[in-house]
């Protein structure tokens, strides 16, 4: 059975804190659509959590960073 979008985000953040670019680049999407409505999801269900800010190249602003949370590493 494939994997979960959302285990999939919580597979390649790990133990790191990422941006939602970063978990789409890494996972190779160039949409971020792929991955901001399930960060969404899983930030509201405390899967994961927004720790800080971090300025992104791409478009020239601040944007959240997102680590898991100890409930996410079951």
């Known amino acids: 059975r494939p994997m979960s979008r959302c285990q999939v985000i919580?597979?390649?953040l790990g133990s790191r804190t990422m941006t939602a670019r970063e978990?789409?680049?890494e996972?190779?999407?160039a949409d971020l659509n792929g991955v901001?409505?399930?960060i969404s999801e899983m930030v509201k269900r405390g899967e994961i959590v927004?720790?800080?800010k971090r300025y992104d190249p791409v478009t020239g602003k601040t944007v959240a960073t997102y680590r898991r949370t100890t409930y996410a590493g079951r």
């Open 10 to 12: 919580l597979d390649t």
């Open 23 to 25: 978990i789409a680049t």
């Open 27 to 29: 996972l190779h999407m």
């Open 36 to 38: 901001k409505p399930r």
């Open 50 to 52: 927004a720790v800080g």
